[in-house]
């Protein structure tokens, strides 16, 4: 027996015969080793940088796996190398005797190193799984393409809801799904062929009642909400407007209070279908209700419409939640509504001449930098230079530095991204928003319109030159236009379009 055993192939490990295995156990053992230390940092440190997960969880175990292969490429490599050589008699495969101290020994490490590497990869996939869902992962990972949302979702009522809440949202096939759009994302950053902007409306985003919905339900709305703005007149005096209206949120639980409102839109009872004539989805032609507790199908039609429903068919969407709310976290503001903020909270101070005009054509002027850094210093010396013999230094130089504050969270040339190119479709002041539908030219064969009545939607309670707007009526008042009278087919969004 001894001497037959000689003969066989066995002797010393056939890992380490050729260069494959050798090469195999080093990168195994280095990967291990890294991999161990990093987690012991992990551990007590904490992660705060997205590639050092990424290192950690997702390169670092590809070494690690690609190690092990090569280690049973080197043995299959030796078997055939010494296949030939290989009197017929010897076992194709090792023997295994358990009374063989030597053979229980291997044994029990090769089962014991099994278990550990079971052990750690599961804890290795859970933390990865974990690092790619984490909104550092998302948002910070591929800086300068995700810089605009990640920014802006930073500034936002939902900065402490991850990214994947809203995009990938619970279940393992949207999971799935956007692993691979992620692996088509990560091939466009490698080869530098991202759009410039990121084009919105976002086409497949996962629909709202699977994921807003998980948070706020529809039937949870009741009432209404307040909503005061000041605003500031792009003129000398930078002269204060202020509105305070009641803005009718309402609901669709009977349970909770009265239904109808806002989210009357949202009532489970309706359905309301439209067709977008753009792919922006800011011209709504074609409207279509079904009210299924009243049996009632309604088609409004803008004036003059040419779009068929037929022809049209795989186009036509269900209104949901991000029709209205298609920026609940990347809000980027114009320049009229930020410096408007800063001026009511005295960030910029008002009593400098013309300031918001003159802060709002930096901005824009900045818009087409080719960096932002580049950006953020030509709005100073824009503005330094308007204001060089200006008396109060001090107050130039702290409403210099609240306008580059504004251009670092809503301007990002390198993105070609700011608010011109995100509509907002909450209100109609900026963007046609609720009026793509209620402008009053939307009819049914029997001449209903949608309505564009002032009072459906909000209640204003003052309004004017401060201080007098701090007078209540609860009765509502007319609206009051400070830019004077507005012809009946004009939309807001024709004159006020974010900036000077
Ligand atoms: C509260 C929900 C929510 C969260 C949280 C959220 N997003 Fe979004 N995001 C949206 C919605 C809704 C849109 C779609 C806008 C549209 O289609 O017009 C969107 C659009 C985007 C777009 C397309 C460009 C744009 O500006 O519309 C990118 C890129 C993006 N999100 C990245 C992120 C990243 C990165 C994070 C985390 C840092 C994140 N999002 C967190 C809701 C969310
Ligand atoms: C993980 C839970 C969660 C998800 C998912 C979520 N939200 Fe929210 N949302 C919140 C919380 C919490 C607040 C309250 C934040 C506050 O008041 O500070 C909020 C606030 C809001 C507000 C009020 C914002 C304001 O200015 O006060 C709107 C509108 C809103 N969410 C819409 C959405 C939409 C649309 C989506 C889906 C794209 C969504 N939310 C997804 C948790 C969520
Ligand atoms: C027809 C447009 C429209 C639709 C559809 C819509 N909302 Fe709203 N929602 C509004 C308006 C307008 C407000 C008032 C707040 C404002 O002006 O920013 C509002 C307010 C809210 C608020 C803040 C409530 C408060 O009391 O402050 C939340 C949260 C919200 N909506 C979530 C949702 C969710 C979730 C959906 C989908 C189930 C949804 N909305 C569908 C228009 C809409
Ligand atoms: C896609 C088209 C569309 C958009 C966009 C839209 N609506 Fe509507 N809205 C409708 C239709 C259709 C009706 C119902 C008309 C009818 O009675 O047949 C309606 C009805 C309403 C009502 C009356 C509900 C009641 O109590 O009878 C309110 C309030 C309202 N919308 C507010 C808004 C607000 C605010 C926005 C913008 C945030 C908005 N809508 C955006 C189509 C739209
Ligand atoms: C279909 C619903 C709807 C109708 C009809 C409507 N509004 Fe509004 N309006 C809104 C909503 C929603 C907002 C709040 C937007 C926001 O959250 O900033 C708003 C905001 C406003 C504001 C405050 C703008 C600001 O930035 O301070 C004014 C002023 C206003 N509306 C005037 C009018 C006038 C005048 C009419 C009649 C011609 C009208 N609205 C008709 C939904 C409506
Ligand atoms: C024909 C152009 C035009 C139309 C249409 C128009 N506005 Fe204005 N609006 C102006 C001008 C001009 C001013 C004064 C702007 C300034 O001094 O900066 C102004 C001022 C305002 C202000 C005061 C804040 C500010 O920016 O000075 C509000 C609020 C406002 N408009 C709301 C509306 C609403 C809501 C609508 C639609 C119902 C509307 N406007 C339609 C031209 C228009």
């Known amino acids: 027996m001894k001497e037959k055993g000689n003969q066989c192939p066995g002797k010393g490990s056939a ?17 291990l080793v890294a991999v161990l230390c990093m987690i012991a940092f992990d551990f007590f440190a904490g992660f705060s940088h997205p590639y050092l997960g990424v290192l950690t969880y ?28 290989t009197p017929a008699e010897c076992p194709a495969l090792p023997l295994i005797d358990l ?13 014991a190193g099994a278990v550990l590497l079971l052990l750690f990869t599961a804890f290795g996939s859970y933390r990865s799984y974990q690092v790619t869902e984490s909104v550092q992962f998302c948002g910070a990972l591929c800086h300068t393409v995700m810089q605009p949302e990640y920014t802006t979702y930073q500034n936002s009522p939902h900065a402490r809801v991850r990214c994947t809440e809203c995009h990938i949202g619970p279940g393992a096939s949207w999971f799935v799904r956007s692993k691979f759009s992620g692996m088509y994302q990560v091939y466009a950053v490698a080869t530098n062929s991202f759009p410039r902007p990121i084009p919105v409306p976002v086409k497949n985003l996962r629909p709202a009642r699977e994921t807003c919905e998980e948070c706020h339900w529809p039937e949870k709305f009741h009432g209404a909400t307040e909503l005061f703005h000041k605003h500031h007149a792009t003129d000398e005096a930078n002269t204060p ?21 806002i989210h009357w839109h949202m009532i489970v009872a309706n359905k309301i279908e439209y067709i977008p004539a753009d792919d922006s989805r800011q011209t709504i032609p074609w409207v279509r209700i079904t009210n299924r507790s009243e049996g009632r199908v309604a088609v ?3 004036e003059g419409n040419k779009l068929k429903p037929e022809e049209k068919a795989d186009s036509i969407r269900v209104l949901d939640c991000i029709d209205c709310h298609n920026r609940p976290t990347h ?9 408007d903020i800063a001026l009511w909270l005295n960030r910029i101070d008002p009593s400098i001449p013309d300031i918001k005009m003159k802060a709002a054509k930096a901005l824009v002027g900045s818009i087409a930098a080719p960096s932002q850094d580049e950006g953020i ?23 210099v530095a609240e306008t580059q504050e504004i251009y670092r969270n809503n301007f990002f040339p390198e993105m070609k991204t700011s ?13 046609p928003g609720c009026f793509r539908c209620h402008d009053g030219s939307h009819f049914t064969k029997d001449s209903h319109v949608i309505s564009k009545e002032c009072n459906a939607c909000h209640t204003i309670l003052s309004q004017g030159h401060e201080p007098a707007s701090n007078a209540v009526d609860l009765a509502g008042l007319e609206f009051e236009h400070p830019g004077g009278e507005i012809s009946e087919g004009t939309l807001c969004s024709e004159c006020h379009t974010g900036a000077p």
């Not at 997702?58 to 055939?80: C, E, N, Q, S, T």
């Not at 407007?241 to 409102?261: D, E, F, T, Y």
């Not at 608010?419 to 963007?431: Q, S, T």
């Open 300 to 302: 409004y039609e803008s």
């Open 419 to 431: 608010w011109k190119e995100r509509p907002d479709n909450i209100g109609h002041r900026m963007w």
């Open 15 to 31: 890992l380490f015969r050729n260069w494959i295995g050798i090469l195999g156990v080093v990168l195994t053992t280095g990967g």
């Open 58 to 85: 997702l390169v670092l175990p590809g070494f690690i796996w690609g190690g092990l292969m090569l280690m049973g490429a080197g043995i299959w490599y030796d078997r055939r190398l010494r296949k030939k050589a």
């Open 377 to 399: 210093r030509q709005v100073a010396e824009t503005l330094q230079k308007e204001y060089s013999d200006f008396e109060y230094p001090q107050k130039v130089r702290q409403a």
């Open 241 to 261: 407007w202020s509105i305070r209206m009641l803005i009718k949120v309402g609901g669709a639980n009977p349970i909770h209070g009265p239904v109808g409102g």
């Open 99 to 111: 009374n063989n101290p030597q053979h229980r020994r291997n044994l029990i490490m090769v089962s």
């Open 331 to 339: 809000i980027f503001q114009s320049p009229d509504q930020a410096l």
